[in-house]
């Protein structure tokens, strides 16, 4: 914190930490979608589990402006 300077504005000072701080998402996409793609199904947990799973990923993956559709088309 002492090395951030000071500033009479939250607002300036949120834009501050923001600069300094701000890490790329590359890692967390790239986390996600190995998730997204390498999850199985497993037997001993329920496929509510897992489907919320799945949808717990693709939220967080439109958050980083990354679209997966809903459905997949069959080839």
Do not use: W
Request: glycine letters at 2%; charged letters at 25%; a positive charge.
């Amino acid at each position: 914190m002492s090395s951030l300077p000071e500033t009479t504005s939250a607002k300036e000072f949120f834009i501050i930490v923001k600069k300094r701080y701000h890490l790329t998402d590359n890692a967390e996409v790239g986390y996600l979608m190995n998730e997204l793609t390498s999850s199985r199904y497993n037997i001993t947990k329920s496929v509510r589990d897992y489907i919320m799973k799945m949808m717990h990923i693709q939220t967080k993956l439109k958050t980083h402006e990354i679209p997966i559709p809903d459905e997949v088309p069959c080839t």
